[in-house]
């Protein structure tokens, strides 16, 4: 049987305690899921590592935007369209203005986020506690394979699997059709990572959405206690529980698993 382990975004501005974005819980979650590769590793035959990264200058970012008097916005200030209607916030770029408007118009409604998986800093390296897990692991001859979302500077990305906003003419904002290859190839899906309301959420909700065969579903085992939600969206964490034990995902526990 083949078992695929995907580790969605374990990384330091998330993971580790001093991190731009830190979910609280999540280095103990990183520390079960360590022990669980640790018990598993001669049954997990394919690891795949997500990594959020980012640039500074990021639709996300509070650089992107100024408010009416010309300051950027603080992290988590939530912008809708209607703000940018009544002048309250706009592009500070005038060059990114039309797009802007049109990705607005898109989702509606949006979060600032602190600066976070800068490529090439300290917070978009991989958690230390999991990372030595996994470089153990990829001595028995494994490849571990990372995949890098977030690149565009337009578009939020929390699914590894495609991002809110397609881009015309960016490849990085196409569906990765890569990735449900390999995962499709798969007779079993274990999952982890952070945070479970929304780049796990999301992650895995594209992945039944686009996966060939639908039942995809059924090869799918969220392992409920190596992932948190960011503070102040639990209930969107246990509505997409929900949602994916209704479509026959499995929600179990490292301590369960063989």
Not at 139 to 149: A, G, N, P
Not at 166 to 187: I, K
């Amino acid at each position: 049987m083949k078992t695929l382990l995907l580790v969605i975004d374990p990384q330091n501005s998330f993971c580790d305690p001093a991190g731009e974005l830190y979910v609280g819980g999540a280095e103990e979650d990183m520390g079960r899921l360590a022990e669980f590769i640790r018990r598993q590793r001669s049954d997990i035959h394919r690891i795949i590592v997500t990594l959020d990264s980012h640039n500074k200058i990021h639709i996300a970012h509070p650089i992107w935007w100024i408010d009416a008097e010309g300051n950027p916005p603080d992290p988590f200030t939530r912008i809708s369209i209607h703000d940018m209607d009544a002048g309250r916030y706009q592009a500070s770029d005038p060059a990114y203005r039309a797009w802007t408007r049109r990705y607005m118009e898109a989702i509606e409604s949006h979060v600032i986020w602190p600066y976070h998986c800068l490529i090439g800093t300290w917070g978009h390296e991989v958690f230390e506690p999991l990372l030595e897990e996994l470089n153990a692991w990829r001595e028995q001859f494994h490849d571990l394979e990372f995949v890098m979302k977030g690149f565009s500077r337009l578009t939020e990305n929390f699914s590894a699997i495609r991002p809110a906003v397609e881009v015309p003419d960016s490849p990085f904002t196409q569906v990765n059709r890569g990735l449900l290859r390999m995962l499709n190839e798969a007779d079993r899906i274990w999952v982890a990572g952070e945070a479970s309301t929304h780049c796990v959420a999301d992650t895995v909700t594209d992945i039944l959405r686009f996966s060939d065969p639908p039942t995809i579903a059924k090869k799918i085992t969220l392992l409920g206690d190596a992932m948190s939600p960011v503070a102040g969206f639990e209930p969107s964490a246990d509505a997409f529980f929900e949602r994916m034990k209704a479509a026959g995902v499995k929600v179990s526990e490292t301590g369960q698993m063989s």
